[in-house]
């Protein structure tokens, strides 16, 4: 038995650890951000409130007006303090849940923590977004094209945060990997999909910035380019995880019919939203962040739990620890309880080019 294993901390692969760690953390994070806000509001008063430095609440509004973030006027449509509100909860979410899966990474060995990493780097990007539209930065205003007459949504400009893009584009292709790794699937498979992502979030943003009628045709663009994405998780990837073994085609199972399901919705908050200035950017913010944390915590947590009993090995994937062992030869034993009898043949060469034994 390798070293490596022998460093392997206690732990019950059975037990729901990330919802219990994400569930602990939750409120203190939650607190911590609260204070942070009331702090920030008592250190950089607005003129308005010169006389009540030490109001609490949230004051990120009027901290981090129109002109902080560069531009003349303040939009006529734009989020409350309520929608600032929820995205610190937000925030707070994906903080707790980055925690989350880097300390659950300790109990894997090092060579093991491949999904842990790629999971916790989605929801760290997520928290440091959701930061930013809770601190009412990193957006700009846009005229609308649809002038609307309810009050929630009139006037002729409406804030979009394009801050959310970069999230997306970070973390989407990220995902992504986490199910091809998953469902084991070729390589260039994989690239030509993060690819396709990519062409999606870029359309949606330039769309969501053009005050015409012509961003419904970056619209299209994105829809075509997602429909490329959800046939190959519910088709080609799903029966490609399933050849590799039942523990991977139940993981992407899960994880993959949850991530079809949630990005079909996307596009309809879109449209709804910046594209067609239906609700109010408040509603917006509930639409995406509900969305987006069913697609990163939730989906880490659930990929994380069914690979309790997959190794990189099973994957096809390489990974040597720091002392040169590679994580393919410690799970020769479990090839051949999952009558994996191609992993045995893998694990062997594998061993025999680095010199290693189990």
């Known amino acids: 038995m390798s070293r490596a294993q022998d460093r392997r901390l206690p732990y019950d692969p059975d037990s729901p650890t990330a919802i219990v760690v994400l569930g602990r953390g939750l ?31 949230n004051q990120a509004l009027q901290v ?39 300390g659950l990474s300790i109990t894997k060995p090092r060579q093991d923590r491949i999904f842990h990493y790629i999971t916790a780097s989605v929801t760290m990007v997520a928290a440091i977004a959701y930061f930013s539209m809770a601190a009412h930065l990193g957006w700009t205003e846009i005229d609308v094209e649809f002038v609307r007459s309810d009050p929630r949504v009139a006037g002729l400009t409406r804030e979009i945060f394009y801050v959310r893009y970069i999230d997306w584009f970070i973390t989407t292709p990220l995902l992504l990997i986490d199910l091809m790794l998953t469902a084991a699937m070729p390589w260039p498979t994989t690239l030509f999909v993060v690819l396709v992502d990519e062409v999606m979030i870029i359309t949606g943003l330039v769309g969501a910035l053009v005050s015409s009628s012509y961003k419904w045709g970056y619209f299209t663009f994105g829809c075509v380019a997602l429909v490329y994405i959800v046939y190959v998780l519910v088709w080609e990837a ?6 590799v073994s039942s ?34 950017p408040d509603s917006e913010a509930v639409f995406y962040g509900i969305l987006d944390v069913l697609a990163k915590p939730v989906f880490g947590a659930l990929l994380i739990w069914g690979h309790r009993n997959i190794s990189p090995a099973q994957l096809g994937l390489t990974i040597r620890d720091y002392n040169g062992t590679d994580a393919v030869i410690h799970e020769k034993r479990t090839g051949v309880a999952n009558g994996n009898t191609s992993n045995v043949t893998h694990e062997n060469a594998a061993a025999n080019d680095y010199g290693t034994s189990v």
């Open 247 to 280: 523990d991977a085609g139940k993981a992407f199972l899960y994880c993959g019919t949850l991530t079809a399901f949630l990005w079909t919705l996307y596009p309809i908050a879109w449209g709804v939203a910046e594209g067609g200035n239906i609700i109010a």
């Open 27 to 57: 409120i203190t994070i939650s607190f911590l951000l609260l204070r942070l806000q009331t702090r920030v509001a008592s250190v950089h008063p607005t003129n308005n409130d010169n006389n009540n430095i030490a109001m609490a609440g």
């Open 238 to 243: 799903r029966k490609h995880a399933n050849g």
């Open 64 to 102: 981090n007006d129109y002109r902080v973030s560069g531009e003349p006027n303040p939009p006529d449509i734009g989020i409350t303090v309520r929608g600032s509100d929820w995205y610190w909860a937000v925030c707070a979410i994906m903080t707790v849940a980055t925690f989350a899966f880097v």
